[in-house]
């Protein structure tokens, strides 16, 4: 199983808990946590800190956990011999332990104890050293702990009748080294790519995974690699990853998944097969002129009357008629499986489902045979009207409907269905538990849900997702984007949700969606996602083009949005000033807005050199926000923070400090001294005693923001040590002895 479907198994308890709502195993941060490279979450640990949670503990081991060992007494006598040969642990801690080991009947909860234990000492990042991890000879290195989120997921249980098509795969990659595995929608080109992986894993040293997203160069960048850092630009991250994939040798096979695109569609595409290492795409498009394996329709019936035998239990009552279903829906797999699962619902009997099939346009007997165009995009196919009748005779609500229609933006990887059941405000899983059971929804790994794409095709074009009727999806991740001062652990795939809404939903309310996507662009700058924030701005250039939608307002933040992604400092300051133009009156509504384009004019003049004007656009945003009564608001705390940096740099630290302070106290009496803007003020008060060589009252200042940002992120501790590692880089000769002299007393 997967590393995050293993720690479901472990801390099942904990998961089904109420303590664990809008939390997800981030499948790149579970990997971090197996290898050394991160702390466990806060969450799980203290949930297994109380002793009522450590025996539940031990029952899930037993009841998940043994079941799958080969011999637990072996495990657990490594595991007390590691422990009790851990010279880190005290004696008395070990004795504690060890009483529990001996007698057979809590050796369980010796185990449970010592795994709270260790989640609760103090962490120590592992030492990859990733200098080694360079290929060299005739194998490629061992990456799967060093390139996240990679693990190809395993095959459907029910994967049936495809013995000679792995065969000749396994012959074409060995022959070739490049095959595209082609075939239409929903004939099982991604469950063979899977079941290959399985089968084949001990002909290579790696096996990696990546699901196609419009762009093979995206695809490259986006790979989470141990080594990666926050700071680094998309073209760095491109430039490393590249290098290295380009270094894997013949052992490596490489799945690109869905790779829907021809070579002309995606540029990146010749580069790539210019890798020595193997690649498996699956696709719809046929590339001709390439290594091709097209999959058809499973030939055996037995075959595909053991796929309905798994999931309608009365199969074999009725083998006459099933059998003529499964030749009536041309054996396609998936028209075959939502047959079965529309049966095993008792929604109609063989006899009525048979005739209805018969009955559709696109029946055995009707002359249009199926097929695939090169976009793989022929909705006049007949598996297609198979499909589309199935879905229809499911006669489903108007709640599934809409779920349905939220459904089709979600990426084709899936999400936590806790964290989508929560964006639609529902308080339990049972109807989108009730969809994956038709087989509409697709669960791909424990607690992870998508949309089949040939569901989403039919979606689509049946319920027009639109601005209003998918409002409630929009206004939640709106919301989330508007959150100051939080971090989601899934924005990666938000992200991903968003492109699909700008690439899918129908624009019925022009206003409403120019707000969502004015929201969520600072957002994605938050965590440079450059991506996004690109599509972003062609959709909104779009629509204000010719001056039919919006208002002065949109206008001027496309071009803020402009500005900030423009590298030269002159080219987006002359944009910066043209937002501003566009602002004819200031008035209560506009503001905030007109605040923040002095300020961002402000920081672009400061990192031009020019303090004067710099310093002069600072203070006009700074005089409306505090003219409109808007200094308690966010947007003040990051403009008082850069005016008082741009003072210190002008040799002006007492005013700065003076400016803090004001900003303190009104965040103190609108909020409270214990949140993240408070933490924030405190630490540019720690920069400025800095520089002024105060170090006591640094480290006063720097010691409060610590304090509340272990408090706050709790359940992010690479955001906590991440904050320690800026403090001690902020000045090499005063900042680290300072950072030391915190750390040491971080839990005093």
Not at 176 to 192: Q, R
């Amino acid at each position: 199983m997967s590393q995050p479907e293993f720690l479901y198994e472990i801390f099942e308890d904990f998961m089904d808990s109420s303590e664990s709502s809008d939390f997800s195993l981030d499948h790149g941060l579970v990997c971090r946590w197996m290898t050394g490279q991160a702390k466990i979450s806060p969450k799980i640990s203290s949930y297994y800190a109380k002793p009522k949670s450590q025996e539940r503990l031990a029952e899930t081991i037993q009841k998940n956990l043994l079941p799958l060992m080969a011999d637990c007494n072996k495990a657990l006598q490594d595991v007390y011999n590691l422990s009790m040969q851990d010279a880190s642990i005290s004696e008395a801690k070990k004795k504690k332990l060890a009483s529990l080991y001996r007698p057979a009947n809590t050796r369980l909860l010796f185990l449970a104890k010592l795994i709270s234990f260790g989640m609760e000492r103090p962490f120590v990042k592992r030492n990859t050293k990733n200098q080694k991890l360079i290929a060299g000879g005739d194998l490629s290195p061992a990456v799967l702990d060093y390139i996240m989120d990679s693990e190809v997921p395993r095959p459907c249980r029910h994967f049936v009748g495809r013995e000679e098509e792995l065969e000749e795969l396994h012959t074409m990659l060995e022959e070739n080294s490049k095959v595209f595995l082609y075939g239409i929608a929903g004939i099982g080109k991604s469950e063979l790519a899977k079941a290959y992986a399985k089968q084949y894993k001990k002909y290579y040293t790696n096996i990696l995974y990546a699901e196609y997203t419009g762009d093979l160069y995206q695809s490259v960048t986006d790979l989470d690699f141990t080594d990666d850092l926050p700071e680094d630009s998309e073209e760095e991250r491109f430039r490393k990853h590249n290098r290295f994939l380009r270094s894997l040798k013949d052992d490596t096979l490489l799945i690109i998944d869905n790779f829907n695109a021809t070579a002309t569609q995606d540029s990146f595409l010749p580069v790539m097969l210019k890798y020595r290492c193997r690649i498996l795409f699956t696709t719809r498009s046929k590339l001709d002129g390439h290594c091709i394996l097209q999959l058809k329709e499973i030939r055996e019936t037995s075959a595909l009357f053991q796929l309905v035998s798994a999931f309608y239990t009365e199969s074999e009552e009725h083998r006459v008629l099933v059998k003529e279903i499964i030749e009536t829906v041309h054996r396609h797999t998936f028209a075959v499986e939502l047959a079965a699962k529309l049966l095993e619902n008792g929604i109609l009997h063989p006899e009525q489902l048979l005739a209805k099939l018969r009955d559709e346009k696109a029946s055995l007997e009707n002359k249009d045979k199926i097929s695939a165009i090169k976009d793989g995009q022929n909705s006049k196919a007949t598996y297609y009207h198979h499909i589309h009748t199935l879905f229809s005779l499911y006669s489903l609500s108007q709640e599934q409907q809409d779920i349905l229609r939220d459904l089709c933006f979600l990426p084709f990887t899936g999400i936590s269905a806790r964290i989508f059941a929560d964006w639609l405000g529902f308080t339990t899983l049972n109807e989108i538990n009730d969809l994956i059971e038709t087989g509409f929804v697709q669960a791909n790994t424990r607690h992870t849900i998508s949309l089949h794409p040939m569901i989403q095709e039919i979606t689509l074009s049946e319920t027009r997702p639109s601005v209003t009727s998918c409002h409630s999806l929009l206004d939640s991740i709106q919301k989330r984007c508007l959150m100051h001062g939080t971090e989601v652990s899934y924005h990666k795939k938000m992200f991903q949700t968003v492109e699909n809404i700008m690439h899918l939903i129908e624009k019925d309310d022009v206003p409403r969606y120019l707000v969502f996507l004015e929201d969520i662009f600072p957002y994605m700058e938050k965590f440079h996602y450059q991506k996004g924030m690109k599509e972003i701005l062609r959709e909104l250039k779009q629509l204000l083009k010719g001056g039919h939608h919006g208002t002065a307002a949109d206008q001027a933040l496309l071009l803020d949005y402009q500005a900030a992604m423009e590298e030269k400092t002159e080219k987006a300051i002359r944009l910066e000033k043209e937002a501003l133009m566009q602002i004819k009156e200031i008035t209560a509504e506009n503001a905030h807005l007109v605040s923040n384009l002095h300020a961002n004019l402000g920081g672009l003049y400061r990192m031009n050199g020019q303090a004067a004007l710099a310093k002069e656009h600072m203070e006009k945003g700074l005089l409306l926000l505090e003219q409109y009564q808007l200094l308690p608001s966010n947007d003040s705390l990051p403009q008082i923070n850069n005016y008082a940096a741009l003072l210190t740099e002008m040799q002006e630290p007492d005013r700065a400090m003076s400016v803090l302070q004001k900003l303190a106290r009104i965040i103190k009496d609108y909020n409270s001294d214990h949140c993240l803007d408070y933490a924030q003020v405190q630490e540019s008060m720690g920069n400025i005693c800095l520089i002024t060589a105060d170090v006591s009252r640094a480290k006063t200042h720097f010691k409060k923001a610590m304090k509340i940002y272990e408090d706050v992120w709790a359940n992010e501790p690479e955001l906590i040590e991440q904050k320690y590692k800026e403090i001690q880089e902020l000045y090499p000769q005063i900042g680290i002895a300072l950072a030391k002299g915190i750390l040491a007393s971080r839990n005093k």
